[in-house]
């Protein structure tokens, strides 16, 4: 369970780098829409992991690029938030699989057989 102040924190993170990649981040992500769909800091606030999600076709060659960029990420990070954090954490990316696995749940899903429930059935449920 996260503290107040850790979630404060994520909060703050995540809103900032999304503004990054929307204003100061083309150079880094191109024509890419990224969306950072969560973060999660650790106790000391010394770690951000920040989950990414992609709109893009080569959303592994953006997340590599980011990946190898990550400390002028957090240069431009500190420039934000510099002032109201004592200490810039570091950042570790990660790639949101939410939507994927959502996609390919919801294709199981609809694959399954399941029977219709007859009439019969609800009128001994009613008993």
């Given at each position: 369970m996260e503290?107040?102040?850790q979630q404060k924190y994520?909060?703050?993170?995540?809103?900032?780098?999304g503004e990054i990649f929307q204003k100061e981040g083309r150079h880094?992500?191109?024509s890419a829409f990224i969306t950072v769909a969560?973060?999660?800091v650790s106790p000391d606030l010394g770690l951000a992991k920040v989950y990414l999600s992609f709109l893009v076709e080569k959303d592994k060659a953006v997340f590599e690029k980011l990946n190898d960029r990550k400390s002028?990420?957090?240069k431009h990070l500190g420039n934000r938030i510099g002032k109201s954090v004592r200490i810039v954490p570091e950042i570790a990316l990660f790639m949101d699989e939410s939507a994927s696995y959502a996609q390919h749940m919801?294709?199981?899903?609809?694959?399954?057989?399941?029977p219709e429930a007859s009439d019969?059935?609800?009128e001994e449920e009613e008993d």
């Amino acid at each position: 369970m996260e503290s107040k102040r850790q979630q404060k924190y994520s909060k703050l993170i995540q809103k900032e780098l999304g503004e990054i990649f929307q204003k100061e981040g083309r150079h880094l992500i191109g024509s890419a829409f990224i969306t950072v769909a969560r973060v999660l800091v650790s106790p000391d606030l010394g770690l951000a992991k920040v989950y990414l999600s992609f709109l893009v076709e080569k959303d592994k060659a953006v997340f590599e690029k980011l990946n190898d960029r990550k400390s002028e990420l957090r240069k431009h990070l500190g420039n934000r938030i510099g002032k109201s954090v004592r200490i810039v954490p570091e950042i570790a990316l990660f790639m949101d699989e939410s939507a994927s696995y959502a996609q390919h749940m919801d294709a199981v899903i609809s694959k399954l057989d399941i029977p219709e429930a007859s009439d019969e059935d609800d009128e001994e449920e009613e008993d």
